[in-house]
């Protein structure tokens, strides 16, 4: 059973313009919500995080915008450069677990940007 | 500052052989996590320290799979009999809280 669902499986943008990645959760007990951008190559970097309390957190270019009715979170990426292009990874993980707070990651973006 | 590094960065092994992985997490991150990434898909738990603790094995595929870190620091990922199955990225991360720091990887390719 997927627990974290992202879409689309991949994404060509052109420089400027807006990228958006969606991802859907099962679990409620989830409450940190985290996207990673990964390089070929290497490991993931967190771009930027939220918890179910706020709807929306806006980083620099990058917002998280957060439906916990709908149990969807998505990532825009505002005026795309072609240095985005990565993959992305949306991310989940409880609290409850103590310190334990193993991450659940989506399958993962792969975006495009054209110069 | 230094982030997590991760030992060899690429082992090829033939099937049948024992490898082990070495991750150095950040200094003073109490929490470290591995993961096993295949081919074009997210991040997979396997395990969790608490320190020198393990207190989560859960995600480890079979008895072939143990880790250890026992100073509380550098810990290792240890695979017997590798099948070509074990082919994969293996990623370490660190943290202090919730943000977690990822390693480069140790891809490893099993022939």
């Known amino acids: 059973q997927q627990q974290v669902k992202q879409s689309p499986q991949s994404l060509i943008v052109q420089k400027g313009g807006i990228s958006i990645i969606n991802c859907a959760y099962e679990?409620?007990?989830?409450?940190?919500f985290p996207w990673y951008q990964q390089f070929p190559g290497k490991g993931p970097a967190l771009l930027i995080a939220i918890r179910p309390d706020v709807s929306e957190k806006k980083e620099g270019r990058f917002t998280i915008s957060f439906n916990k009715s709908a149990k969807q979170f998505s990532l825009h990426i505002m005026d795309s450069q072609p240095g985005d292009s990565a993959t992305y990874f949306c991310?989940?993980?409880?609290?409850?677990?103590?310190?334990?707070?193993?991450?659940?990651f989506g399958k993962g973006t792969l975006l495009t940007v054209n110069p | 500052g230094a982030g997590v590094s991760q030992s060899p960065r690429y082992k090829v092994a033939k099937r049948g052989q024992d490898v082990a992985l070495r991750c150095d997490p950040i200094?003073?991150?109490?929490?470290l996590f591995w993961y096993q990434q295949a081919l074009g898909q997210g991040p997979e738990f396997l395990t969790y320290?608490?320190?020198?603790?393990?207190?989560?094995k859960s995600g480890l595929p079979s008895d072939r799979f143990f880790a250890e870190r026992p100073e509380g620091s550098v810990s290792t990922l240890k695979i017997q009999r590798t099948q070509q199955e074990d082919s994969a990225v293996y990623l370490c991360?660190?943290?202090?809280?919730?943000?977690?720091?990822f390693g480069p990887g140790t891809r490893l390719t099993v022939l």
């Open positions: 679990n409620t007990a989830f409450d940190y």
């Open positions: 991360a660190s943290s202090l809280s919730r943000e977690q720091f």
């Open positions: 991310a989940a993980s409880e609290g409850w677990g103590g310190s334990n707070y193993k991450l659940t």
């Open positions: 200094s003073g991150h109490v929490s």
């Open positions: 320290f608490q320190n020198e603790a393990q207190l989560d």
